[in-house]
């Protein structure tokens, strides 16, 4: 099993510029989640989605982020447009009900906004 | 609404102290308890969990028992090594509305030298 698959590992894009971060969770995981972690701020839960229908987005900073699963191997995180408070670590995770939720974390995406 | 509490960080110890890192949680029902450690430049991954009260999950020398009575699940470890310095965050799985969502403490960095 590969795990979760996240691209790109890093990411440096300038003020004003769109950031698509993409994720690929375990197959046959019904849920999926979207992290972000700062120094200042922690972990933080984005948004999460359970069989490809988002169920929470009450993490969502504001209107600039934006999540979609089209199916079920794939969602994105779009950041538009992008500015340099975005900069963080942002994880995606995917589970599933049968196996207690124990969340499967991918490596990451470094994005860095100058 | 649930919320999980560890205990201020960082913690710096030498190579074969005994390790403690408290956490206490506040939830309704009967929440499922985790903990997960993150290395550096990685994402995090579970290291153990319990699923009832007085439940003892244990993991790599790492143990962690869900006390009901105390709202607590503390992580200890009889001897670390240097390769356990990572962050590790509690975390807590309730049913309801969040079904499938994981609530995480502030994480709780620790190194350890030789």
């Known amino acids: 099993d590969a795990g979760v698959i996240q691209s790109p590992r890093h990411e440096v894009t300038e003020m004003g510029q769109e950031v698509t971060l993409r994720c690929k969770p375990i197959s046959g995981h019904d849920y999926l989640f979207w992290y972000r972690q700062t120094m200042m701020r922690g972990l933080e839960l984005l948004i999460y989605?359970?069989?490809?229908?988002?169920?929470?987005d009450s993490g969502m900073p504001e209107d600039r982020f934006s999540a979609k699963m089209p199916n079920a191997s794939f969602s994105t995180l779009k950041i538009q447009p992008s500015e340099p408070r975005d900069s963080a670590v942002y994880f995606c995770?995917?589970?599933?009900?049968?196996?207690?939720?124990?969340?499967?974390f991918g490596p990451g995406t470094r994005l860095t906004v100058t | 609404g649930n919320s999980v509490t560890q205990m201020e960080g960082p913690v710096t110890l030498s190579e074969e102290a005994f390790l403690t890192i408290n956490c206490t949680y506040t939830a309704t029902g009967y929440p499922s308890l985790f903990w997960y450690v993150q290395y550096p430049g990685e994402g995090l991954q579970l290291l153990l969990k319990a699923t009832k009260a007085d439940d003892k999950g244990s993991n790599k020398g790492f143990e962690a028992t869900y006390r009901k009575e105390t709202t607590s699940f503390h992580l200890e470890k009889g001897s670390v090594q240097v390769s356990d310095s990572a962050v590790y965050f509690c975390a807590l799985k309730s049913g309801g509305t969040s079904y499938g969502k994981l609530t995480f403490g502030q994480g709780t960095i620790l190194t350890v030298h030789p």
């Open positions: 995770a995917s589970s599933n009900a049968g196996g207690s939720y124990e969340q499967y």
């Open positions: 989605f359970n069989n490809n229908v988002p169920i929470d």
